[in-house]
């Protein structure tokens, strides 16, 4: 047990990297150090683009919800009712007489 406390304390106190051999140690501990910070990075940025996303997602959602509102009031507007109800404070109401065919026989 006393080997195990032995070990845990010269690593405590960073022997390994003051020794004649620290510059392997010092160039893994860089490699490592370097590649965490790709690591947190990239996390940084999927998360960046998550949001993004679900940004853009409400803001489809919003825009479909506008679209689909503006197209019932515009279809409500294109009824004959509707239309009818407008013109009639203007004074145009609708024709009496049923609109006549005319043909035109072209003479050869």
């Given at each position: 047990?006393s080997?195990?406390?032995?070990k845990?304390y010269?690593?405590?106190?960073?022997?390994?990297?003051?020794?004649?051999?620290?510059?392997?140690?010092?160039?893994?501990?860089?490699f490592?150090?370097?590649?965490?910070?790709?690591?947190?990075?990239s996390?940084?940025?999927?998360?960046?683009k998550?949001?993004?996303?679900?940004?853009l997602n409400?803001?489809?959602?919003?825009?479909?919800?506008?679209?689909v509102?503006?197209r019932s009031?515009?279809?409500?507007?294109?009824?004959?009712?509707?239309?009818?109800?407008?013109?009639?404070?203007?004074?145009?109401?609708?024709?009496?007489?049923?609109?006549?065919?005319?043909?035109?026989?072209?003479?050869?």
């Amino acid at each position: 047990m006393s080997v195990i406390k032995e070990k845990i304390y010269e690593i405590l106190k960073g022997g390994f990297l003051v020794n004649e051999d620290s510059f392997k140690n010092w160039r893994f501990i860089l490699f490592v150090v370097m590649l965490m910070l790709l690591m947190i990075a990239s996390s940084h940025s999927s998360d960046k683009k998550v949001m993004e996303i679900a940004k853009l997602n409400k803001e489809i959602k919003e825009l479909r919800a506008e679209f689909v509102d503006t197209r019932s009031i515009t279809m409500e507007l294109k009824l004959e009712s509707t239309i009818r109800k407008k013109v009639l404070n203007i004074g145009l109401k609708p024709s009496e007489n049923p609109p006549q065919v005319i043909r035109v026989i072209s003479k050869k």
